[in-house]
């Protein structure tokens, strides 16, 4: 399925922007860091009764979460301009965020929709394989292609995930990820997304399409879940 996200072109202003703003080089923005910031008590949200009990504190608050993908969305916007993408979403942890970079005001890049499930977690570990279903290869062959993750923390996946992708020689590969755990990375994984919303300690963290035992996706705001439900 392809979706043309294309703001209309048919003044002198628009054109203005088109050429002085968008064929420009951009500086890329960093992810915000959030190692060192304070968690935020539940009780200054409406948590919905079915979450709340089970929380520990709230540590990216939705309003936060929206500004930082908007940018996201207008730095890819800003880089592809016109040139079609295959935007590939890892299932089922980045739906919420796909959604939201890709159907953003900002977008005005063409982009094919395209999904993948990569299995490698039951419960709270990964299993140290990786398989990938519901997506052929073949499509990425000569194409520019940004795949967009929920968490960067080991690396495990991503990292086959691109190993994999590269076998079939697409034009480019970019990674858009919004969280990023480095205290979780592998030994010798090294390279950082090329779209990253934030930097978090290594809490164990649910909702904005996040979910422990598929549980949890639908909490608005990034939690930390308390240790007692996933240690269960």
């Given at each position: 399925?392809?979706?043309?996200n ?30 060192k ?60 965020f796909?959604?939201?970079l ?32 519901g ?98």
């Amino acid at each position: 399925m392809k979706h043309f996200n294309y703001p209309p072109d048919n003044n002198k202003i628009f054109n203005w922007i088109k050429n002085n703003l968008y064929m420009k080089e951009m500086k890329r923005s960093q992810p915000i860091d959030l190692r060192k910031s304070p968690l935020i008590p539940t009780e200054q949200f409406i948590i919905p009764e079915v979450y709340r009990d089970d929380l520990d504190s709230i540590m990216v608050p939705y309003g936060t979460i929206k500004s930082r993908v908007d940018r996201m969305a207008y730095e890819i916007s800003h880089k592809y301009y016109s040139e079609e993408i295959i935007a590939l979403c890892v299932l089922k942890g980045a739906l919420k965020f796909y959604h939201d970079l890709f159907y953003n005001e900002h977008m005005w890049t063409p982009f094919e929709i395209c999904t993948v499930r990569c299995k490698s977690y039951e419960g709270t570990e990964s299993t140290g394989d990786v398989n990938f279903t519901g997506f052929n290869f073949n499509k990425v062959r000569d194409k520019k292609v940004i795949i967009t993750e929920d968490i960067y923390d080991t690396g495990r996946t991503l990292n086959k995930l691109l190993d994999k992708m590269n076998e079939f020689k697409p034009q480019s590969v970019e990674v858009a990820c919004l969280l990023d755990k480095p205290e979780r990375r592998l030994p010798g994984i090294e390279w950082q997304p090329d779209y990253t919303g934030f930097v978090i300690k290594n809490e164990f963290v649910v909702g904005y399409g996040l979910d422990f035992d598929k549980k949890y996706r639908g909490l608005k705001h990034i939690g930390v879940l308390k240790e007692e439900i996933y240690q269960d």
